[in-house]
């Protein structure tokens, strides 16, 4: 069952930046900014691949009244599970194992997890993801999850920074275990916060020093796959759908770009779904 996704504004001072979604004959992915404040679209139709619009070439948007702004429907079709990022109750302290309190403390104003043996807040901060976005003979290499979440499904090697390594090691470590690949970082591609989830993904450009990859323990399989034939309705989650569109859209304009942008998860849908999302704060180099 296909599911629309309402994409919605983004606050004063920011440059917003909406999807105009095509690809392939006669579609393709460009942007168009707009600034109003809040700004509210409603979609229609669209099926598979990328996202999807329902009359390509029809004008994006229209001012609706009070301001706001209508474009049109995009449709999900993909399941992103258990993303639940570092949003976890906490129950025990990490440093005594004792049960913890939620209360929020002097002089702050959120809740946190306090200790009720040792008085250790508990302060849970974003997670960074770190990942290699891999050009080679005009194809993108993409690992199929051998793993949950989002087992059997296809992403760009990524994962969870250390302690101890910068984001661009970290991305030549990750893909290393999960493609195999031994990497060479170009530059940076984007920045793609997640802030339901406490997730910001950095994505590099990088080359293989040689043309060698196999699946490691978290991948069941890793492929290069020509830009047309990337499998955008068996993606593993929504920041790498974004990506590999931006990606696209670039190549298409002849220049690639440094994007930053928040993914913020429309309310009320399922944590599963990859395409419930708007693209908000985009701004590019
Ligand atoms: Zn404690």
Redesign the pocket.
Known sequence: MLKSVQILGSTSGFLSLLWKKTYNSGFGLSFVAISANPLSYSTSSGTRGRLTTDTPVSPVLSAGKNGCFRSRRVYATRSEANQDGNVRRIKF?Q????STKYEIPDGEEKMRAI?T????IAYQNPKMVVGCLIEHDKKILLCKRNIEPSHGLWTLPAGYLEIGESAAEGAIRETWEEAGADVEVLSPFAQLDIPLIGQTYIIFLAKMKKPQFSPGPESSECRLFALDDIPFDSLAFSSIFVTLNLYIDDLRTGKLKFHYGTINKRPGSSPSDIRAFSLDYHLES
């Open positions: 302290c440093l005594c194992g004792g200790c043996i040792c008085g250790k």
